[in-house]
């Protein structure tokens, strides 16, 4: 089983939808979460931490469930500025400092 | 937010040719430096972990004779691909952590480096 398995994806959704992203990873010992985006030809950046409530941060709501391994992304009202790839990034060992990625989800939202 | 940045942000060589590529935290202090490769349409993999004034930690199946690390300041970390060949083409992104942080990491613009 890979570390950390995506949707394969690729999403392509109208403007305005809602769209989800999924996750799982491998490691129940697992302490940190994250969702990053990459633009094509670009570095990835951070969207936001996944905390064990949810969290929320404007159009973008993060869910964790550990019992799972299972993470969330659920993008509303998207936005044509979205495009872009998703990928799921967990800290695999509890004070580990090393990441793993996903290979990530492209979503391209069309007008 | 902090800043990283790489430079050459991209390069073409020859094969048996080494490479040089640097990595700066421009405004924070980074212990601790990540190197990354990506190859198309795969996700990032680690490469090594680089501590400042300590011998980097590789990962398993990357090559520390090929791929060699300096991490000599708290702002400056390089990695030099030597010998390149073909196969070696990739994007290369370094992060860097922040003394004072414990999960966050920021990256560099990348590297794009074609072996010809």
């Known amino acids: 089983r890979k570390e950390v398995e995506q949707d394969p994806g690729p999403f392509n959704v109208p403007e305005g939808a809602t769209v989800a992203f999924n996750c799982t990873y491998s490691?129940?010992?697992?302490?940190?979460f994250f969702w990053y985006r990459q633009d094509c030809r670009k570095e990835p950046k951070l969207l936001m931490s996944?905390?064990?409530s949810g969290n929320e941060d404007g159009r973008f709501t993060a869910q964790l469930n550990r019992a799972s391994q299972y993470i969330s992304l659920l993008i509303r009202d998207s936005k044509l500025s979205d495009s872009a790839t998703y990928l799921c990034?967990?800290?695999?060992?509890?004070?580990?400092?090393?990441?793993?990625f996903g290979k990530g989800t492209k979503l391209t939202v069309n007008p | 937010g902090a800043v990283v940045s790489q430079h050459p942000s991209w390069v073409i060589c020859k094969s048996g040719t080494s490479v040089k590529i640097e990595c700066r935290s421009l405004?924070?202090?980074?212990?601790?430096m990540f190197w990354y490769r990506q190859f198309p349409k795969q996700s990032l993999m680690l490469m090594a972990t680089?501590?400042?004034?300590?011998?980097?930690?590789?990962e398993q199946g990357v090559e520390k004779d090929k791929f060699l690390i300096n991490h000599a300041s708290l702002t400056l970390s390089t990695l030099t691909v030597t010998s390149a060949h073909p196969e070696d083409s990739s994007f290369y992104i370094c992060?860097?952590?922040?003394?004072?942080?414990?999960?966050?990491?920021?990256f560099g613009p990348g590297t794009r480096l074609t072996v010809l």
């Open positions: 992060s860097a952590r922040e003394a004072t942080s414990t999960d966050t990491q920021y």
């Open positions: 490691n129940s010992a697992s302490q940190s």
């Open positions: 996944v905390y064990s």
């Open positions: 990034v967990v800290n695999m060992e509890g004070g580990s400092e090393k990441l793993v």
């Open positions: 405004d924070f202090q980074a212990t601790t």
């Open positions: 680089s501590n400042e004034g300590s011998k980097a930690t590789y």
